[in-house]
């Protein structure tokens, strides 16, 4: 809650706060689906963005990336 109170406005905490989860949690979990293990990196989040977003299609460079 801290950290919520620490980012957002009044307004937007209490509007967080107040966002109702499923009946079925009973613990809330941070959970990133890009990423094996939940856990969030850039380059997932870099891949996903190229792999979905039209408009940053024409940036990508073909290449062994891993090489470098």
Do not use: Q
């Not at 689906?33 to 850039?42: N, P, Q």
């Not at 299609?57 to 090489?67: A, F």
Request: hydrophobic fraction near 45%; glycine fraction near 2%.
């Amino acid at each position: 809650m801290e950290l919520i109170n620490a980012f957002f406005d009044s307004a937007t905490a209490r509007n967080i706060f107040n966002t109702p989860l499923f009946p079925s949690v009973t613990h809330d979990v941070p959970i990133w689906k890009f990423e094996r293990y939940s856990a969030y990196s850039v380059k997932s989040a870099y891949k996903d963005i190229l792999n979905h977003d039209v408009a940053v299609v024409h940036h990508r460079v073909l290449g062994n990336w891993n090489c470098i």
